[in-house]
């Protein structure tokens, strides 16, 4: 059982911020109001008796801005488009920023770097929305195709929305695991957390930031240590949980900061 006024607002936020995404993925347009295109439109299936999954069905009509992305217009085509699209967007929005899937990246790389942004900005307030019953007899929300998930909310991406930057910043000699030209996002390794936090670029940013991280990138996936200097502003929720990185400059080491001679960026890794 769902408290019932919560459970109403989590399924009201989040089929509109399915369908904000979907106005920009299948038109190309950017809407703030609700009158969004009938290219694309979301259906709900009420569950079954005694269960809480609910079918959305999503109908497509081909137009020219979804054939200039896709080519062939085909449920091969559009469907790992869509859902890459969704999971994209959506686990940007949410503080656990991935680069395009597989399947999906040929697709999403044809889209603007400022409207995916512009996109994700827009959703966080109905996908905020979308949480109101986690925590209130509720544990997680997920959209699944199938087997395969394509997004969960819970406690945790909850706690991420509310994050914000905290005016302080951090200089820390990490390495970076992935990172998007197009999106200017990625992910680099944190000592803090044990674990990789997502990071995007501030507006303006240090010249010569995008070759480092990108290098940094390269250097890792060749199985060297790709370690550079990055200064990044915390974003976090409210209890200190570091969220994401806005990165402001990144640089190789300087020479003077090597320890014992050896170039941190293209050390071998340990195996």
């Known amino acids: 059982m769902l408290e019932a006024h919560p459970a109403g607002q989590s ?14 993925g299948i038109t190309g347009r950017l809407r703030y109001s609700r009158d969004l295109s009938k290219s694309a439109k979301i259906f709900i299936s009420p569950p079954k008796q005694g269960s809480l999954f609910y079918d959305l069905n999503i109908l497509v009509q081909e137009n020219p801005f979804l054939t200039v992305v896709v080519g062939s ?11 890459g699209l969704i999971g994209y967007v959506f686990k940007q929005a949410m503080g656990i920023g991935e680069d395009f899937v597989d399947g999906a990246d040929k697709y999403l790389k044809k889209l603007k770097n400022d409207d995916l942004k512009e996109v994700i900005k827009r959703i966080e307030p109905p996908l905020t929305r979308a949480h109101s019953v986690i925590g209130r007899t509720a544990d997680e929300i997920t959209l699944h195709r199938g087997s395969a998930e394509i997004v969960k909310l819970d406690q945790s991406t909850k706690d991420n929305l509310k994050a914000k930057p905290v005016g302080k910043y ?7 695991t992935s990172f998007n030209i197009l999106t200017e996002n990625g992910r680099i ?8 936090v997502p990071f995007g670029l501030r507006k303006t940013y240090r010249y010569g930031t995008t070759t480092a991280l990108i290098s940094s990138m390269e250097q890792y996936a060749i199985q060297r240590t790709g370690t550079i200097r990055i200064v990044g502003e915390r974003v976090e ?5 570091l969220v994401k990185y806005i990165v402001g400059s990144a640089e190789e080491i300087p020479q003077s900061d090597w320890i014992d001679g050896i170039d941190p960026m ?3 890794r340990e195996q």
């Open 170 to 176: 951090d200089t820390i000699n990490s390495n970076v």
């Open 266 to 268: 293209r050390q071998r």
């Open 189 to 196: 390794y944190s000592q803090e957390l044990q674990a990789t």
């Open 237 to 241: 929720t409210s209890s200190g949980r």
């Open 11 to 24: 399924i009201e936020g989040f089929s509109w911020a399915l369908a904000l995404t979907l106005n920009y």
């Open 73 to 83: 217009y085909a449920m091969n085509t559009v469907t790992p488009y869509i859902n």
